[in-house]
């Protein structure tokens, strides 16, 4: 059985097309993280409901991440 070549450059395209929509609906552009605030340089798989933020604020010692400032503001309370 012979198996069918595919053409490489139609591969690379769809991978790209495939990489372009998702960096699309992930729209996380910066995380603030302690006193840094740090724009990010390629996309990263949050979960769907943080998809529509475009920064993220992060707790410097667990790394929990959270859509709103006032968030992490009580989550260091705790």
Do not use: N
């Not at 053409?7 to 840094?36: C, M, N, Q």
């Not at 409901?49 to 309370?77: A, G, P």
């Amino acid at each position: 059985m012979v198996a069918a070549l595919q053409d490489p450059h139609a591969e690379d395209s769809k991978l790209s097309a495939l990489e372009k929509e998702h960096e699309e609906t992930t729209k996380v552009k910066t995380i603030e993280l302690g006193k840094f605030e740090i724009d990010t340089w390629y996309f990263s798989p949050y979960p769907e409901e943080f998809s529509s933020s475009t920064k993220l604020y992060l707790c410097e010692f667990c790394l929990k991440y959270m859509k709103k400032k006032k968030t992490l503001q009580r989550h260091k309370v705790r």
